[in-house]
């Protein structure tokens, strides 16, 4: 109550100085006005500093208070790793443009407010701002390599956005010497005399040791690696196997024939399959770990899994939202060991429509651990995998049968399918990378993901119409402009899409990709097309998700490594036992737009940590193979250089300054690069020889040049010889 009434007052006080009838007012007299009672003063004083703190209001010299004579947006400030940066303001689809001079002070990351110079710059210029306060600092910890001398030490930080180095004292880093890794936080900020200062709060190991490079990135973004003593202790209390005669009143269904279908390295294996006949319908059984069975809410276990969001895999090892104890344990759905599931048990016709369904929490014992690549021999007739498991190949053939139906259903309706190869890459016992190639999906791994995204929606779809409170997985249309790029992008290409910006349609998106579909530029217009498209996200609104063409959808698969499906699991138990009152709704309409927030951010750190982690080993693979001349295909271009991707997925640069033979500039009305003098065009998707020209580990960028008039060679046979050394 007290809130309220603050806020009412501080609009009250906000309205007062932005009326056209105002003369600028010390602060007494602004109370005078407004009679402000003796023992409200206080609180008065402090509304109006509010205002001026967040930038709705400003004082002059003699101490008046004003309205802001420029506009003022409070925003995330980014910076650059040339020295200027972008305040991204919410609801704002561009970012302003912050020049050197106007940064303030201000590092990468930071809240800040933003004095807006140039609304509407013209000339395809960016909107420009000048940042006038730091709210709030958005690093606080920073991980780099510590430069000693005989007095002090300097942390050089491995993120180029941080353009400082931070001091060190002498007592800090007594113990240490040069090359090592350590993670600092930050004392003082500086100033424009004087540098950052921090203290080491951890030492990670030298610079060369193994696997290092990785524990380095994987602290920069906070990223948590070990539980606290209140989490083990919770998990100490978890039983390790399950006594089956406890839960006599759950479905028993051990009788079930049960696959899980994972890769060769999963160890936490959070769904299990089932599949028969039922007349001329087929049964589908989509049984996911109840992790909510021994992940309660509000305890140690379910903090940390909150606050890690989502278990983050990366080329060397596997940083779990849940302990290894659970994950790979009595959560995980291991051959041969009764388990406790909640299970989506699905009656689908022919045309792959859900008829029927029924959500139960389960006993269950899964019969065989089986991976992609078996599943993939068995469906390509593979004999001895066919042996192998005779009793189960009628069912994995069933199983194609029904993938490939709900396949078609949803590609009826519009659902956009982006196939692009992963990245595997292999490490030795040292954590060096020996391999580098393109995982493409086979049909067992599309076997599960339709799947799963039929049980997902199902789920979705029950809860939508229950109209209780609930998490879904939403993605927005794609932004105006960015459609409108890519329609002139695709002219280019001789593609004209009749697509209304406003009303943009999945099935459009999904022709296109269908029209490009074998061609060079495939794999290009793919990738620029998905660029296009928002990021999907965690909401507590049930609206459309446009990649797959649906108005239901939620992540239920998944509690082991993701958060939101560990939260739906106890909303749908507490409905399946009837527990579901208006005060328990109450407190999941509370604490969901919370958990959304969280989950989303906490995804997006996970996705950039495996990608940072992806570049890194990618330049340390090349740089043992520089001066070799390899074959790729033009996958980005920009004012600066060209972009090459490697048929091993390993993009690399050609800067402009050394493209061969003339000047180069970039047009980018049709996206290609063009020579001043010789119109040489160089464009997306064209097919170039380059030699592997350097590699920079701490951007983890490759540098290629453009080779031309060389003789023909066999491109492969260069990546053999390379990886025989």
């Given at each position: 109550?007290?809130?309220?009434?603050?806020?009412?007052?501080?609009?009250k006080?906000r309205?007062?100085?932005?009326?056209?009838?105002?003369?600028?007012?010390?602060?007494?007299?602004?109370g005078y006005?407004?009679?402000?009672?003796p023992?409200?003063?206080?609180?008065?004083?402090?509304?109006?500093?509010?205002?001026?703190?967040?930038?709705?209001?400003?004082?002059?010299?003699?101490?008046?208070?004003?309205?802001?004579?420029?506009?003022?947006?409070?925003?995330?400030?980014t910076?650059t790793?040339?020295?200027f940066?972008?305040v991204s303001?919410?609801?704002?689809?561009?970012?302003?443009?912050?020049?050197?001079?106007?940064?303030?002070?201000?590092?990468?990351?930071?809240?800040v407010?933003?004095?807006?110079?140039d609304?509407?710059?013209?000339?395809?210029?960016?909107?420009?701002?000048?940042?006038?306060?730091?709210?709030?600092?958005?690093?606080?910890?920073i991980?780099?390599?510590?430069?000693?001398?005989?007095?002090?030490?300097?942390?050089?930080?491995?993120?180029?956005?941080f353009?400082?180095d931070?001091?060190?004292?002498?007592?800090?880093?007594?113990?240490?010497?040069?090359?090592?890794k350590?993670?600092?936080?930050?004392?003082?900020?500086?100033?424009?005399?004087?540098?950052?200062?921090?203290?080491?709060?951890?030492?990670?190991?030298?610079?060369?040791?193994?696997?290092?490079?990785?524990?380095?990135?994987?602290?920069?973004?906070?990223?948590?690696?070990?539980?606290?003593e209140k989490?083990?202790?919770?998990?100490?209390?978890?039983?390790?196997?399950v006594?089956?005669?406890?839960?006599?009143?759950?479905?028993?269904?051990?009788?079930?024939?049960?696959?899980?279908?994972?890769g060769?390295?999963?160890?936490?294996?959070?769904?299990?399959?089932?599949?028969t006949?039922?007349?001329?319908?087929?049964?589908?059984?989509?049984?996911?770990?109840d992790?909510?069975?021994?992940?309660?809410?509000?305890?140690?276990?379910?903090?940390?899994?909150?606050?890690?969001?989502?278990?983050?895999?990366?080329?060397?090892?596997?940083?779990?939202?849940?302990?290894?104890?659970?994950?790979?344990?009595?959560?995980?759905l291991?051959?041969?060991?009764?388990?406790?599931?909640?299970?989506?048990?699905?009656?689908?016709?022919?045309?792959?429509?859900?008829?029927?369904?029924e959500?139960?929490?389960?006993?269950i014992?899964?019969n065989?651990?089986?991976?992609?690549?078996?599943?993939?021999?068995?469906?390509?007739?593979?004999?001895?995998?066919?042996?192998r498991?005779?009793t189960?190949v009628?069912?994995?053939?069933?199983?194609?049968e029904?993938s490939?139906?709900?396949?078609k259903?949803?590609?009826?309706?519009?659902?956009?399918?982006?196939?692009?190869?992963?990245?595997?890459?292999i490490?030795?016992?040292k954590?060096?990378?020996?391999?580098v190639?393109p995982?493409?999906?086979n049909?067992?791994?599309?076997?599960?993901?339709?799947?799963m995204?039929?049980?997902?929606?199902?789920?979705?779809?029950?809860?939508?119409?229950?109209?209780?409170?609930?998490?879904?997985r939403?993605?927005d249309?794609?932004?105006?402009?960015?459609v409108?790029?890519?329609?002139?992008?695709?002219q280019?290409?001789?593609?004209?899409?009749?697509?209304?910006?406003?009303?943009?349609?999945?099935?459009?998106?999904?022709?296109?990709?269908?029209?490009?579909?074998?061609?060079?530029?495939?794999s290009l217009?793919?990738?620029?097309?998905?660029?296009?498209?928002?990021?999907?996200?965690?909401?507590?609104?049930?609206?459309m998700?446009?990649?797959?063409?649906?108005?239901?959808?939620c992540?239920?698969?998944?509690?082991?490594?993701?958060?939101?499906?560990?939260?739906?699991h106890?909303?749908?138990?507490?409905?399946?036992?009837?527990k579901?009152?208006?005060?328990?709704?109450?407190?999941?309409?509370?604490?969901?737009?919370?958990?959304?927030?969280?989950?989303?951010?906490?995804?997006?750190?996970?996705?950039e940590?495996e990608?940072?982690?992806?570049?890194?080993?990618?330049?340390?693979?090349?740089?043992?193979?520089?001066?070799?001349?390899?074959?790729?295909?033009?996958?980005?271009?920009?004012s600066w250089?060209?972009?090459?991707?490697?048929?091993?997925?390993?993009?690399?640069?050609?800067?402009?300054?050394?493209?061969?033979?003339?000047?180069?500039?970039?047009?980018?009305?049709?996206?290609?690069?063009?020579g001043?003098?010789?119109?040489?065009?160089?464009?997306?998707?064209?097919h170039?020889?380059?030699?592997?020209?350097?590699?920079?580990?701490?951007?983890?960028?490759?540098?290629?040049?453009l080779v031309?008039?060389?003789?023909?060679?066999?491109g492969?046979?260069?990546w053999n010889?390379?990886?025989?050394?």
């Amino acid at each position: 109550m007290a809130d309220k009434k603050r806020l009412e007052r501080k609009k009250k006080i906000r309205a007062l100085i932005y009326d056209k009838h105002y003369q600028p007012m010390k602060q007494k007299e602004i109370g005078y006005l407004m009679q402000v009672d003796p023992d409200e003063r206080e609180e008065f004083v402090s509304i109006l500093n509010e205002l001026v703190d967040e930038g709705s209001i400003e004082v002059t010299k003699r101490g008046k208070y004003k309205p802001m004579e420029k506009e003022v947006l409070k925003g995330t400030f980014t910076c650059t790793q040339k020295g200027f940066g972008f305040v991204s303001v919410e609801g704002k689809s561009e970012d302003y443009y912050i020049h050197e001079r106007n940064m303030n002070g201000a590092f990468h990351e930071d809240t800040v407010l933003m004095e807006v110079l140039d609304e509407s710059p013209g000339n395809g210029r960016r909107k420009e701002g000048k940042i006038i306060k730091i709210l709030e600092r958005g690093m606080t910890t920073i991980v780099g390599t510590l430069d000693k001398n005989q007095n002090f030490g300097f942390v050089i930080p491995d993120n180029q956005r941080f353009d400082s180095d931070i001091f060190v004292p002498k007592e800090q880093c007594n113990h240490l010497t040069s090359g090592f890794k350590v993670l600092v936080k930050i004392t003082n900020y500086g100033d424009e005399r004087h540098s950052p200062e921090g203290k080491i709060v951890e030492v990670l190991g030298h610079k060369d040791d193994p696997r290092v490079d990785i524990l380095s990135i994987v602290k920069a973004y906070n990223i948590p690696t070990q539980f606290d003593e209140k989490v083990k202790n919770q998990v100490d209390t978890i039983p390790s196997e399950v006594d089956a005669s406890l839960y006599s009143q759950r479905k028993d269904i051990r009788d079930w024939p049960m696959v899980t279908i994972d890769g060769e390295d999963a160890k936490d294996l959070d769904d299990a399959i089932t599949l028969t006949r039922k007349g001329d319908h087929y049964l589908l059984g989509v049984h996911i770990a109840d992790v909510s069975e021994y992940v309660t809410e509000y305890s140690p276990l379910d903090k940390e899994a909150l606050k890690r969001g989502t278990s983050v895999y990366l080329v060397d090892r596997v940083i779990p939202m849940l302990p290894h104890q659970l994950s790979n344990g009595i959560c995980s759905l291991n051959a041969g060991y009764d388990r406790l599931a909640l299970s989506c048990i699905m009656e689908i016709d022919a045309q792959g429509k859900v008829l029927d369904h029924e959500i139960a929490e389960t006993l269950i014992r899964v019969n065989e651990r089986m991976t992609y690549t078996s599943v993939a021999k068995i469906l390509d007739g593979d004999e001895e995998e066919r042996n192998r498991y005779e009793t189960l190949v009628p069912m994995f053939e069933l199983m194609r049968e029904l993938s490939d139906i709900l396949r078609k259903r949803r590609y009826a309706r519009g659902s956009i399918d982006f196939d692009f190869p992963e990245s595997k890459i292999i490490l030795d016992e040292k954590g060096r990378p020996i391999d580098v190639f393109p995982q493409v999906r086979n049909a067992a791994t599309k076997i599960i993901e339709d799947f799963m995204l039929c049980a997902n929606e199902t789920i979705a779809e029950d809860f939508y119409w229950r109209e209780v409170p609930f998490l879904y997985r939403t993605h927005d249309n794609p932004d105006g402009e960015k459609v409108d790029k890519l329609q002139a992008f695709l002219q280019n290409f001789g593609i004209y899409l009749k697509i209304n910006r406003d009303e943009l349609h999945p099935k459009e998106v999904q022709k296109l990709l269908t029209k490009v579909e074998g061609t060079p530029e495939e794999s290009l217009i793919s990738r620029l097309t998905l660029r296009s498209m928002k990021q999907a996200k965690y909401t507590v609104q049930c609206s459309m998700h446009f990649g797959l063409s649906t108005r239901y959808y939620c992540h239920f698969t998944s509690p082991i490594r993701r958060y939101p499906d560990l939260q739906i699991h106890r909303i749908i138990k507490e409905n399946l036992h009837g527990k579901f009152t208006t005060k328990r709704a109450e407190h999941y309409d509370a604490i969901l737009p919370k958990v959304a927030e969280q989950t989303s951010k906490t995804e997006r750190r996970a996705d950039e940590v495996e990608r940072e982690v992806e570049k890194l080993k990618k330049a340390e693979y090349m740089k043992r193979r520089i001066g070799e001349i390899h074959e790729g295909i033009i996958s980005s271009i920009t004012s600066w250089g060209v972009y090459v991707e490697l048929p091993n997925t390993v993009e690399g640069m050609i800067h402009v300054s050394k493209l061969p033979g003339d000047y180069y500039y970039y047009d980018e009305e049709t996206y290609s690069m063009i020579g001043e003098h010789t119109n040489r065009q160089l464009k997306l998707g064209e097919h170039v020889k380059i030699k592997v020209a350097g590699v920079d580990m701490l951007l983890k960028t490759i540098d290629f040049d453009l080779v031309e008039g060389e003789e023909d060679y066999d491109g492969q046979d260069e990546w053999n010889k390379t990886d025989s050394k």
